[in-house]
């Protein structure tokens, strides 16, 4: 059984690309990291601690598939916005400028562990205030990392992007059917 350790629609569509079948079961975990963890590595952490919590509720043969997506930008971790002052800070913050998306991903089967972190680079337009407010009242980016969701309106506001589009959206999948062979 293939179990994903996550609540994500955009994940649970990704994947049904690579299994037809699987089961959906949220990792509730505290996602508190360790202060020694460096920023960037926070996705590649938690995606692991998600999978080893739902890992450990079950047989060694289910595959647990953990990923967890952070928007970085000036040294900070961008999340999801608590609110709608807080998604435009967030949309201000990349506006006319690049930033990183990295997707943390880990995998595990019979006792092994395989975990991988993907970055795309992300280069936003220059919004205006009024393009910042028409996107936030759409209601997109309360639900996404950095405010905003590549799949949906949240791509008219990207220039342009240097990676893998999937990762952004919130799960490499390519990368992962190739880190499939690893276990």
Known sequence: MVILASASPRRQELLKILFGEFT???ADIDETVRKSIDI??????LAVKKARHIAEKHSPEDMVIGCDTGVFIDNLMLGKPADKSQAKEMLSLL??????VITGCCIMQRGKTVSFSK?????????????IREYISTG???????AYGIQGKGSLLVK????????VVGMPIAEIRQRLKLL
């Open 160 to 167: 342009k992007i240097s990676g893998d589009y999937f990762n």
């Open 40 to 45: 960037e590595q926070y996705p590649e952490y």
């Open 24 to 26: 959906v079961e949220p």
């Open 140 to 146: 997109e980016p309360m639900d996404k990392a950095g």
């Open 95 to 100: 506006s006319g400028r690049t930033h990183k």
């Open 119 to 131: 970055v795309t680079e992300v280069e936003f337009y220059r919004l205006s205030d009024e393009e």
